[in-house]
């Protein structure tokens, strides 16, 4: 058995070695180019794995998550960002936002987890036009859904100057956390 295989590789290695250099060069090529494809779909299946998602229903439109495959940019209202992975239900116009957090879910969702995810699910939302949005949060340990509050979203988004001068500053402009207000 292994003697046929020994032979199989020789015998291969003779004849690609008697190739034409263009001829070899489109060959390794072609099987670079294969290899691309298959992690491209492997991927994608890795990811909707991770946060719970059929890959028949939903279409990864982005992730922030895997070099091979291109990243969901969003811009709204002078907000920019990038979220982990970005699905969308077209026949449904349902649309999921995905965000990876290395750390083990402790019962409960930190507020800037939900603010982050908040302002992917909204900013996902205005880009497609979609009816429907919903976030989940992947911890190490667990997958959890975050319902879109569309008044959380309004108020994020208001603050937006303030968050700029805050930053500038090093400090808060407003004391008062956003939950309060």
Not at 63 to 68: F, Q
Not at 84 to 105: C, L, T, V, W
Not at 153 to 174: C, F, M, Q, T
Request: with cysteine.
């Amino acid at each position: 058995m292994i003697e046929s295989i020994a032979s199989v590789f020789i015998a291969f290695g003779k004849h690609f070695l008697a190739m034409p250099y263009s001829k070899v060069v489109l060959l390794l090529l072609m099987l670079w180019y294969l290899a691309k494809i298959f992690r491209h779909f492997n991927s994608k299946s890795r990811i909707s794995k991770l946060f719970n998602i059929p890959n028949a229903e939903y279409t990864l439109v982005g992730t922030d998550l895997n070099t091979w495959l291109p990243a969901c940019k969003l811009f709204v209202s002078g907000i920019t960002g990038k979220p982990d992975a970005a699905y969308i239900n077209y026949r449904s116009s349902h649309g999921i936002i995905g965000e990876y957090k290395s750390r083990k879910y402790k019962g409960n969702i930190k507020l800037y987890e939900r603010y982050q995810v908040t302002l992917y699910m909204g900013m996902l939302k205005s880009k497609y036009r979609l009816k429907e949005i919903s976030g989940r949060l992947r911890y190490a340990d667990k997958c959890v859904d975050v319902p879109f509050d569309p008044d959380l979203y309004r108020r994020l988004v208001l603050i937006r100057d303030e968050a700029k001068k805050s930053l500038a500053k090093g400090r808060p402009i407003n004391p008062l956390p956003i939950y309060k207000r």
